[in-house]
């Protein structure tokens, strides 16, 4: 059984109020919730301030290079899919640095979740815009405020055919909780994006900003409808959606590459009588 | 004997097909085969050919002359320079012509002949193929029975249709009144040979070490690892994945590595450059890789389907930061398996990334062998037992050792937990800024794996007398020309030996004692800096200015080592 205490408490480095304090309270919550045998789960991350939740909880973790978190978790969920296997890091690491493998994990469809924590800024090097700053937005390296259109990565998580993208906000503990949760449990590539603050460099995107804009997505609203999804993944403004945005089912790369349907690759052991036989094929 | 076929022709023209035919027949008869293909980065036209050198001695390199010179198109005519006097050409003056005339020309109408057999266009191959073997005399049974087996059971139509077209090869070549005949091959040389090409001996090594992961993206000459690879999959359980990118291939891999699988990836030195930080992360967190970086001509894009030894130093630098990394360059085909399958273990005893460095001409290239023994390549793990783990209540992933090593657990077990971390760690992994104790103790045990190295890396290989007057020093896939080089000029009376190295780093100064300054040595090199002969004078001390180099982007040929070494003592031997 996995409890909250066993979970650990660290001293962390990020600033006071940050709103990683809430993803990490919520991946807690969900860890707890899912029951989820730690030591059969390994969080990946790559680098910035995102990227260090993972140092600050009991786990097996992949603190890898900046960018490269979700390639790292294919290989791990590849070898060993018996693993549970989280990626937990910021928006410039996911979504810029690491924007190619962003594209091609989902067209993968390995099982692993991946909750980005969405800030809008880049914080660890002091306040610079991210692939999802909005435009205009005025940093010390843009001074004339963001030219780029930002990255929508909700729609682009759908249009690259994504089976579970959601969107929470790191100041819902419960909601957030939930989200992940059911990223967890989904089998696929699962997206959460997460609406965080950062208090110390982006003054414009802060709690009451989020807390003004964020909505539940309507009773009525059916996640596995691609073209309401659409419409809810570009909402972005006086009113920002969050819950299951877009929910299919495809078959992982797991099962439909054959090799690991019963046991995983890690617990094949390579048959050395095998080797002789290709021998002969060389004849 | 020393016989060299080649077939010489367009791209599409299916010249490997052919090549490897010969090839593979010849293996089978028990004749020593090293097959190298030259071609052009494109895949319809230009001027590409397949060398076949047969011999009753082991051959590891290109000949400089050809005695059976198969031309399909005008450009050919390129290798007059090889032929000799009594040289065959095999020509069909319908497709192209020659206003040369050098050797014994043959002029066959192949397309007529393979009409009238009943075949297409496409097995003008086979008559080529069953021309050069009816002129060597070769039991047409034996081609015959080759190509029904491949054809088989599936197209048994086409295999009897390409039997009838070879008949009439064999028919018009034994017309042909040679006025003495090339060589003859009724009879088998030995037992029956494997015929292995270099990536696939590459992956063999792999699948003998019990690699079962690999990540890589498309890149010549480093491609055919995974294609063949991919091919066995299912029988021995390995994953194949093609990444988006070289830099998605390393990260895989050492991801799929940390999760406890034998890992690899492959490129050429354009996708190694992209995996370099991959590389630096290997060495942070400890985390065994093999990678396979098979030299092109570059810089850049270079020449895609050249040859190469220019990324030797690119090989032992790569990676920001100070952390040990092995980098072995197999001399032949057969070494690139016992290379490959000893970088898994070497990978696995350190916690190291260990690189394999190939080049175009193993890559491509196809070798006899007598037999290969896998288990010269048992597979050793280093992994903590269940036992070890029940017993270790405060596992540290990067504990502090005397060797450098930490004893390594996979995540997964129930008793502790696993962690790589590419900032600076403690010994949990967890990041640290300790610049007091833990930043210098990481920085020292990381590095102190070194010694253990140094003690587990091989001597350099004589070939020759240990007391001959001068030394060819060579690496890596120059082996085969060096060492007919050295037997060239010692029949000629030069008292030479070649040492030659395949551990290239980390490299120890007790293996330079044969350096002194009576005996004077040449380094040769298919690069044009010279980065083998700077880096024994960076680990020695001693300086290496006599040098060999070639960087043409073709392999070197003994001969084209005898005259260079000969042309090196007329200038008073330095260059």
């Keep these: 059984m996995t409890r909250l205490e066993d979970l650990g408490n660290f001293e962390t480095a990020w600033c006071p109020g940050c709103g990683n304090f809430g993803i990490l309270d919520a991946l807690k919550d969900a860890l707890v919730k899912l029951d989820l045998d730690m030591h059969k789960t390994v969080l990946v991350s790559g680098i910035g301030q995102a990227a260090k939740e993972p140092q600050y909880l009991n786990c097996n973790f992949f603190n890898g290079l900046h960018g490269r978190a979700i390639p790292a978790a294919t290989g791990i969920k590849l070898a060993n899919k018996d693993l549970h296997v989280i990626v937990t890091s910021g928006d410039g690491d996911i979504y810029g640095e690491g924007g190619n493998h962003f594209i091609h994990a989902i067209r993968r469809n390995i099982d692993i979740t991946v909750i980005v924590h969405d800030n809008q800024i880049y914080g660890l090097t002091k306040g610079q815009a991210s692939p999802t700053s909005d435009p205009g937005f005025v940093t010390k390296v843009q001074p004339r405020g963001v030219i780029n259109e930002p990255v929508h990565p909700l729609a682009m998580a759908i249009a690259l055919g994504a089976g579970f993208v959601a969107r929470s906000f790191s100041g819902d503990k419960g909601h957030l909780s939930s989200m992940i949760q059911q990223a967890v449990a989904f089998k696929g590539f699962s997206l959460v994006d997460v609406l965080q603050p950062c208090l110390t460099f982006n003054k414009k995107n802060n709690f009451a900003w989020y807390k003004q804009r964020i909505r539940p997505l309507p009773q009525d609203y059916d996640s596995h409808n691609k073209v309401w999804a659409f419409e809810k993944a570009l909402q972005w403004g006086d009113t920002i959606p969050v819950g299951i945005i877009y929910r299919d089912g495809r078959s992982t790369y797991e099962d439909a590459c054959g090799l690991m349907n019963e046991k995983s690759i890690l617990s094949q052991t390579p048959d050395p009588a095998k080797l002789v036989e290709i021998f002969e094929e060389f004849f | ?575």
């Excluded at chain 2, 490997?16 to 090293?34: E, N, P």
């Excluded at chain 2, 034994?174 to 088998?188: E, M, Q, V, W, Y």
């Design chain 2, 1 to 575: 004997m020393d016989l060299t076929i080649k077939i010489a022709g367009e791209a599409g023209q299916g010249l490997q097909s052919v090549g490897g035919l010969l090839s593979r027949l010849f293996a089978r008869k028990g004749y020593h085969v090293f097959a190298n293909q030259v071609v052009q980065s494109r895949v319809r036209g230009g001027h590409n050919w397949f060398a076949i050198r047969i011999s009753d001695r082991p051959v590891h390199s290109p000949s400089f002359q050809t005695d059976i010179l198969v031309a399909l198109d005008k450009e050919s005519s390129c290798h007059l320079k090889e032929l000799k006097k009594d040289s065959v050409v095999i020509f069909d003056s319908r497709l192209a012509a020659f206003s040369f005339r050098q050797g014994r020309m043959l002029d066959v109408p192949m397309a007529d002949l393979a009409s009238k057999a009943g075949g297409n266009k496409l097995m003008i191959n086979t008559v080529a193929a069953s021309l050069v073997l009816g002129l060597l005399n070769f039991r047409p049974e034996d081609l015959f029975a080759f190509l029904r087996q491949s054809f088989g059971k599936k197209d048994e139509a086409t295999g009897e249709t390409n039997v009838r077209v070879a008949r009439e090869g064999y028919d018009f070549a034994h017309k042909f009144d040679l006025g003495g005949r090339i060589a003859d091959f009724s009879r088998p040389a030995g037992k029956p040979k494997m015929l292995v090409g270099g990536s696939e001996a590459v992956a063999l090594g792999a699948l003998a070490a019990g690699c079962q992961f690999i990540s890589a993206y498309p890149m010549s000459p480093s491609t055919g690892i995974m294609t063949y690879l991919a091919s066995k999959a299912d029988s021995c359980h390995i994953v194949v994945e093609q990444s988006e990118d070289e830099i998605a291939s390393i990260n895989m891999a050492l991801g799929a590595s940390f999760a406890g699988v034998r890992a690899m990836t492959a490129s050429s030195g354009g996708g190694f450059a992209l995996m370099v930080e991959g590389l630096s992360l290997a060495g942070m967190i400890e985390t065994p890789i093999v990678i396979v970086l098979a030299q092109r001509p570059a810089p850049a894009t270079g020449l895609p389907t050249r040859t190469a030894q220019e990324d030797l130093l690119f090989a032992v630098h790569a990676g920001h930061g100070e952390f040990p990394r092995v980098v072995i360059a197999p001399k032949d085909i057969e070494g690139c398996f016992y290379a490959t399958a000893r970088a898994f273990n070497l990978a696995d005893k350190y916690r190291i990334p260990v690189i394999v460095l190939t080049d175009q001409l193993l890559a491509d290239s196809f070798a006899t062998i007598d037999v290969l023994h896998p288990e010269e390549a048992v597979v050793r793990r280093y992994l903590m037992t269940e036992d070890e783990l029940k017993q270790a209540r405060d596992y540290k992933s990067f504990l502090l050792t005397r060797s450098g090593v930490s004893p390594r657990a996979l995540p997964g077990n129930p008793y502790c937990f696993v962690t790589a971390d590419s900032d600076e760690h403690d010994e949990y992994g967890r990041i640290t800024e300790d610049l007091d104790r833990m930043r210098p103790r990481m920085v020292e045990k990381r590095n102190r794996r070194i010694s253990g190295l140094l003690k587990e890396l091989k001597p350099p290989s004589w070939h020759g007398s240990r007391n001959a007057k001068e030394i060819l020093v060579g690496w890596g896939s120059t082996y085969g020309a060096l060492k007919e080089a050295v037997d060239t000029l010692c029949a000629d009376g030069v008292s030479i030996a070649l040492v030659h190295f395949e551990d290239l780093w980390p490299l120890d100064c007790k293996h330079f004692g044969f350096l002194n300054k009576k005996r004077p040595a040449v380094v040769v090199e298919n690069n044009f800096t010279g980065q083998f002969a700077n880096l024994i004078t960076r680990t020695t001390g001693i300086v290496m200015d006599r040098r060999i180099s070639k960087y043409d982007g073709l392999p070197f040929t003994a001969r084209e080592i005898v005259r260079a070494y000969r042309d090196l003592h007329k200038k008073g031997g330095r260059r």
